[in-house]
């Protein structure tokens, strides 16, 4: 795919809305079409530079987790061919890139879930001793595997403005109790299964974010994108040192980038040269070529 996406133009179907990567339409009732573009999105920010085939990669890698982690929760897929839902000219912008999933009620946080000290975890705990409220032991290093995966749920911010990390009793708050129970079990569950698989193939997932839905009946589902370089961090295991910021497969080399840069973190974004468009494009498909084999 040499063609980058930035907006998809689908006019056979009802818009409801775009986000940061991807653009999502109505498909009856029940159903929706998710089209993930070649968007980047950074510090909340949607640059002005797409990544060469950035969406189907993600689109890749997040259908092969959702296959093999769909024994412990289900997932929104419906394995309906993309194609057949759009206009015949249409098909282009959906081939490679798009999904066909249920049509669910999305859980109002994001289930982050950390195995490593980097980030703004990293930075909570030299402040406090503590990530997102949760005591650790003292003298832990940069890029340290922590005691036990921990989940840090955040709040699911509008477009353009920032998560924020909230503890589980807000969570329970929010969603009640014995969900909340249940959405940190799962997510907990699933990086813990993804983590010792990806290690096999030579990738350290330090943490990463999962969205959950319910459908009619009040049944947990997993939705939107998952275990992907963009909603990760995944890190080479040949070269992971503790006490430094390891080198990444996602877009932590992006943003690395920006810091270098004059930029206020606020829209409109920095445009990126070619050879970091490049390199980009290069991690992305290699954490698929690895993952997925």
């Known amino acids: 795919m040499t063609t980058a996406l930035f ?36 510090f909340d920010v949607i640059l002005p530079d797409p990544i060469p085939g950035k969406g189907a990669v993600l689109t890749d890698v997040a259908d092969f987790w959702f296959k093999k982690l769909a024994h412990i929760i289900p997932n929104q897929l419906t394995g309906i061919d993309p194609e ?6 249409e098909r282009d912008q959906v081939r490679g890139r798009a999904i ?13 879930v950390r195995g490593y000290l980097i980030g703004s975890g990293w930075k909570d705990y ?26 840090t749920p955040s709040t699911k911010a509008e477009l353009g403005t920032h998560d924020e990390n909230i503890d589980y009793a807000t969570v329970e708050k929010t969603v009640g109790p014995v969900l909340a129970a249940q959405v940190r ?44 370089p963009d909603s990760s961090r995944f890190w080479p295991a040949d070269t992971y040192q503790v006490g430094s910021s390891p080198a990444s497969f996602d877009k932590q080399f992006v943003r690395d980038y920006l810091e270098t840069l004059d930029w206020n973190k606020q829209a409109p974004g920095p445009k990126l040269p070619a050879d970091i468009l ?14 997925a084999g």
């Open 84 to 89: 057949t839902v759009v206009a015949a000219n």
């Open 126 to 151: 030299q402040a406090t001793g503590k990530v997102c409220g949760i005591g650790l032991p003292a003298g832990l290093q940069m890029a340290q595997q922590l005691p036990e995966p921990l989940f």
């Open 185 to 228: 079990a799962a997510a907990l569950r699933l990086y813990t299964e993804a983590a010792t698989y990806a290690r096999t193939r030579g990738i350290i997932i330090a943490d990463t974010k999962f969205e959950f839905g319910l459908d009619a009946a009040g049944t947990l589902y997993l939705i939107d994108e998952v275990l992907t």
């Open 278 to 291: 490049a390199k980009t494009t290069a991690k992305y498909r290699e954490a698929l070529d690895r993952l």
């Open 100 to 112: 066909v999933v249920k049509r669910l009620k999305p859980l109002p946080i994001e289930a982050v």
């Open 7 to 42: 907006d998809s133009t689908i006019t056979s179907l009802p818009l409801l809305g775009r986000g940061k990567v991807r653009d999502i339409y109505a498909v009856g009732d029940d159903k929706m079409l998710i089209v993930t573009t070649d968007r980047l999105s950074a």
